[in-house]
C-alpha cells in the first residue's frame, strides 16, 4: 500500500505565494514521474505539472512561468511552488504520483487533495 499525503493548501491573497508538498510512503520500489493535477467543481481534473525521477518538468500552459515542481527523490516528496497566484487558481489541488510497489507492480496513486483559494 501506498500514500500521498499532501500539505501546503490555504487561503492567499491575488499575486502571493504557497508552496505545496505531497510526500509518498510505504511499499515503494521506485517513483518514475511525480505531479500536480487541479480541479474545480463542475470541470475536469486537468494538468498542473510534471516532473520525472530525473528531474525533467512539464508544465500546462497556464501555469508557465508562476509555478515550479521540484522533487527530493530521497524523500519521495514533490513540491509545488506557487508565485504570482491569481483568483482563477483557486483549486483542489492533488498529487499523483505513478510508482513501482515493492513487488514490482506499476501503479498510479493519488492524494487527498488540498484546497488553495485565491481571493482577497
Same mark, same amino acid.
Given at each position: 500500500?501506498?500514500?500521498?499525503?499532501?500539505?501546503? %493548501?490555504? /487561503?492567499?491573497?491575488? +499575486? +502571493?505565494? /504557497?508552496?505545496? #508538498?505531497?510526500? @509518498?510512503? $510505504?511499499?515503494?520500489?521506485?517513483?518514475? @514521474?511525480? +505531479? !500536480?493535477?487541479?480541479?474545480?467543481?463542475?470541470?475536469?481534473?486537468? /494538468?498542473?505539472? &510534471?516532473? *520525472?525521477? $530525473? $528531474? #525533467? *518538468? =512539464?508544465?500546462? =500552459?497556464? &501555469?508557465? %512561468?508562476? /509555478?515550479?515542481? #521540484?522533487? =527530493?527523490?530521497?524523500?519521495?516528496?514533490?513540491?509545488?511552488?506557487?508565485?504570482?497566484?491569481?483568483?482563477? =487558481?483557486?483549486? &483542489?489541488?492533488?498529487?499523483?504520483?505513478?510508482?513501482? *510497489? #515493492? *513487488?514490482?507492480?506499476?501503479?498510479?496513486? !493519488? %492524494?487527498? $487533495?488540498?484546497?488553495?483559494?485565491?481571493?482577497?
Amino acid at each position: 500500500q501506498v500514500q500521498l499525503v499532501e500539505s501546503g %493548501g490555504g /487561503l492567499v491573497q491575488p +499575486g +502571493g505565494s /504557497l508552496r505545496l #508538498s505531497c510526500a @509518498a510512503s $510505504g511499499s515503494i520500489f521506485s517513483i518514475n @514521474a511525480m +505531479g !500536480w493535477y487541479r480541479q474545480t467543481p463542475g470541470k475536469q481534473r486537468e /494538468l498542473v505539472a &510534471v516532473i *520525472t525521477s $530525473g $528531474g #525533467s *518538468t =512539464d508544465y500546462a =500552459d497556464y &501555469v508557465k %512561468g508562476r /509555478l515550479t515542481i #521540484s522533487r =527530493d527523490n530521497a524523500k519521495n516528496t514533490v513540491y509545488l511552488e506557487m508565485n504570482s497566484l491569481k483568483p482563477e =487558481d483557486t483549486a &483542489v489541488y492533488y498529487c499523483h504520483a505513478k510508482v513501482v *510497489t #515493492s *513487488t514490482r507492480i506499476n501503479r498510479v496513486y !493519488w %492524494g487527498q $487533495g488540498t484546497q488553495v483559494t485565491v481571493s482577497s
